[in-house]
């Protein structure tokens, strides 16, 4: 199927039905009083997160969707009946935004999660609301209000724990593919990767990670060069970004360091807080160089960019490295898990002071 992480869809809720004029009009009752009843209220739509779904692409083919209306009041005093809500299946990820106001309205993170995203009509009062002593005969009857309209931009954002960010042909697909069971295409041409690819990293019983992998960013991807642009997003969700760089690229007038600077730069003009996200460098295609030659290279790099952080080398043809790498972000992940549980079960109270008390 193909990935479709981006479409825009109209939704419409129910309308309120409108209030009944009418008199009771029966044999022996020759000047029954009014009897109208109320109408019912418009449908809601709803979207809801499915986690069977992966693709916003049905979306493509129905662009509008609409909730039912609400019946009309009807004589004796009967009420209309509620309009069906509309529930539409969504992928878990997606985030919602207003086209009209430019809001964004909520995001959809857990399977069978709900988001209001249109709400229906109120009712209309039939005539016997407005019976009084002064006015016996009322042939006063509301309309329903009308239902929310609105135009949305569906934006399906992948959930994953691990994020790889390099330029095309930096080895991304080839590193997921050995360390998980994911099967992205691989090849020795640029832009090998259309859309993003997920594999699950599994480390033994009840240990396991999610890993992205989203086509290479180009110079000029912040103003729609390549497909970067358009993938960058993957990674806002995640928790850790792999920074992978070709250490012994074919072409030899490519200069690794100044590649690293040139997408760093394109990930500060994206904006967004992925700029500021955690991030480990990884060099990749460590086989096709001597040891010697790979350390040369490796403090090269390393002087130039001025790298303080978690450095880690990895032949995705061998093997080498990949099994370290895989165990310290397994690692790394459940530290961060930890941390985050004792700040949850944290208290703001001041400490106890011997002195003030």
């Not at 009209?100 to 709400?119: K, S």
């Not at 609105?150 to 042909?169: F, K, T, Y």
């Not at 086509?215 to 497909?227: D, F, H, T």
């Not at 895989?326 to 703001?348: F, I, K, P, R, W």
Request: include cysteine; charge should be negative; proline fraction near 4%.
């Amino acid at each position: 199927m193909k990935f479709v992480d981006e479409a825009i869809i109209k939704v419409e809720a129910g309308d309120g039905g409108n209030g009944c004029v009418s008199f009771r009009r029966e044999k022996y009752i020759p000047k029954g009083g009014p009897d109208g009843g109320d109408g019912g209220d418009g449908g809601h739509v709803f979207l809801v997160g499915d986690e069977g779904l992966n693709t916003l692409v049905d979306f493509r083919h129905k662009r509008l969707h609409r909730a039912e209306r609400g019946q009309n009041g009807m004589s004796r005093q009967m009420y209309g009946r509620k309009g069906e809500s509309l529930y539409i299946r969504v992928p878990v990820g997606t985030r919602i935004k207003d086209l009209d106001t430019n809001e964004i309205m909520g995001e959809i993170l857990a399977d069978g999660e709900e988001l209001l995203v249109a709400r229906g009509g109120r009712h209309g009062l039939g005539n016997i609301h407005f019976k009084s002593s002064t006015n016996r005969a009322p042939r006063q009857a509301t309309s329903g209000t009308p239902g929310e309209k609105r135009n949305l931009l569906l934006e399906l954002i992948v959930l994953a724990d691990v994020g790889l960010l390099g330029m095309p042909n930096a080895g991304k697909s080839s590193l997921i593919a050995r360390m998980s069971h994911a099967r992205p295409k691989i090849a020795d041409y640029p832009f090998t990767t259309l859309y993003p690819n997920l594999g699950v990293v599994k480390m033994g019983m009840g240990r396991s990670f999610v890993i992205a992998d989203i086509p290479g960013v180009i110079e000029g991807a912040a103003e729609g060069a390549g497909l970067g642009l358009q993938f960058l997003k993957h990674l806002s969700r995640t928790r850790l970004v792999l920074h992978l760089v070709d250490i012994a690229p074919m072409d030899e007038s490519i200069d690794p360091a100044a590649q690293v600077r040139q997408l760093v730069a394109e990930v500060e003009k994206y904006g967004g807080d992925l700029a500021d996200r955690e991030r480990w460098l990884v060099l990749t295609k460590k086989d096709l160089l001597l040891d010697d030659e790979f350390e040369q290279r490796k403090e090269k790099l390393l002087t130039e960019l001025n790298w303080q952080g978690p450095v880690f080398a990895v032949s995705s043809v061998t093997g080498e490295g990949v099994d370290e790498l895989a165990q310290a972000l397994m690692q790394h992940l459940e530290n961060t898990d930890s941390v985050q549980e004792l700040d949850e079960g944290s208290t703001d109270e001041a400490p106890y002071d011997p002195i003030q008390s």
